[in-house]
């Protein structure tokens, strides 16, 4: 048996290109004779697996921007199948525009083409490509086989186009495991150590770093003694930004209080999370996070939007504000800041809920549903 896997739409060190990554280091010959992976240069590169029984393909179409992909899998998807006589397909995409003629299943880990909220923050090629994705997702979820979902919000948002799925969670790697001992106790406004907040993300408008970023300004201008890491938003449009502008304009008044970082590789986020006093996470629109899961699991307080996904995974054991509230955020960012016991009780409660995610069972669902499709 052989297995197709389209990641032409993967970006190095994205939650999905992790979610391929231990898919494949959990590949055993006993599920399939062979894996072909179709992806870019660079996510082949990064991957970096090496298995005689995993090949990988790529082209001039899956190097270049949204519109040759989708060139690629209308006209070139159906031919890689036949060439490397795959017996399903497994998309990671979420999407197809002519359904293949063998066993089709999807994994839906794009849910911004369904945010009218987030897709209006967006600028208008932002818009036009997620109506694009809209459509094309739509398509695909009624006519595959198969649609996996990471979590039962994605499935709350979907449920009307299809009972054909089913409901597989990431997981979280084993070494990121780490039980915190010390939970610094602080004064707010009268401490010599300052109170280090985080967010892990990369730079687009819904991951709504301008209101993290003015909640901290709030509260800097109150006296708190606080300061904030951006990691992972260095890019050409964020220097572009209006929160770009923002950042320099706080910091010329209260010096280095918004940091902005580089993340290499995901192996550095393990390193990083063991730094920081609380994760403030204030995204607007996911279908599951990995970093929440990466956080819980490395004992790091963490304070969340209230959008449904995040209270999915953390249930009652964290505290969750109104994102587009600056206000909010940095009140909520006070009481953990200000209450060093409900820190710690809700984290340790957060490390022990953060075993129930296990990559192993991830992939060990993964692979049984793909099997389960060539024998119906």
Not at 7 to 13: K, R, Y
Not at 125 to 134: A, D, E, S, Y
Request: contains cysteine; charged residues 25%; glycine residues 2%.
């Amino acid at each position: 048996m052989r297995l197709l896997i389209d990641a032409s739409n993967l970006v190095p060190e994205s939650g999905g290109f992790v979610h391929l990554k231990k898919t494949l280091e959990n590949f055993t010959k006993k599920k399939f004779d062979k894996i072909v992976i179709v992806s870019s240069k660079e996510v082949i590169k990064k991957l970096n697996i090496k298995n005689p029984k995993i090949l990988f393909e790529t082209n001039l179409f899956l190097n270049k921007n949204l519109f040759y992909r989708i060139f690629w899998k209308v006209f070139i998807l159906n031919f890689t199948a036949k060439k490397f006589k795959s017996d399903v397909i497994f998309i990671l995409g979420g999407y197809f525009v002519i359904k293949p003629n063998i066993p089709t299943i999807i994994l839906i880990q794009n849910l911004l083409p369904f945010s009218n909220i987030s897709i209006a923050d967006e600028n208008v090629l932002t818009v036009v490509k997620n109506i694009i994705l809209r459509v094309l997702h739509k398509y695909s979820i009624r006519r595959a086989d198969l649609s996996v979902y990471l979590s039962r919000h994605t499935n709350n948002i979907l449920k009307n186009l299809t009972d054909k799925y089913l409901i597989i969670n990431h997981g979280v790697e084993k070494d990121f495991y780490y039980k915190r001992v010390k939970f610094h106790k602080f004064n707010s406004k009268n401490n010599h150590r300052k109170f280090k907040i985080l967010y892990l993300s990369k730079y687009e408008k819904y991951k709504n770093h301008i209101n993290l970023v003015r909640a901290c300004q709030y509260l800097k201008n109150k006296g708190h003694n606080i300061s904030l890491d951006l990691v992972g938003i260095k890019n050409n449009n964020f220097e572009k930004s209006k929160l770009f502008f923002l950042i320099k304009k706080i910091n010329k008044k209260h010096k280095d209080l918004i940091n902005v970082r580089k993340i290499e590789t995901h192996r550095n986020i393990k390193k990083i999370l063991k730094e920081y006093d609380l994760h403030v996470y204030p995204s607007t629109c996911e279908s599951f996070g990995i970093i929440i899961l990466e956080t819980i699991a490395s004992s790091l307080p963490i304070i969340c939007s209230d959008y449904p996904v995040f209270k999915e995974i953390l249930r009652k054991n964290t505290l969750y504000f109104n994102p587009y509230n600056f206000l909010d955020i940095s009140k909520k960012i006070l009481i953990y800041m200000n209450n060093n016991l409900l820190r710690k009780n809700n984290t340790m409660k957060l490390f022990r809920l953060s075993k129930n995610y296990n990559w192993d069972l991830t992939c060990e669902k993964t692979y049984l549903a793909i099997k389960k499709q060539l024998k119906t």
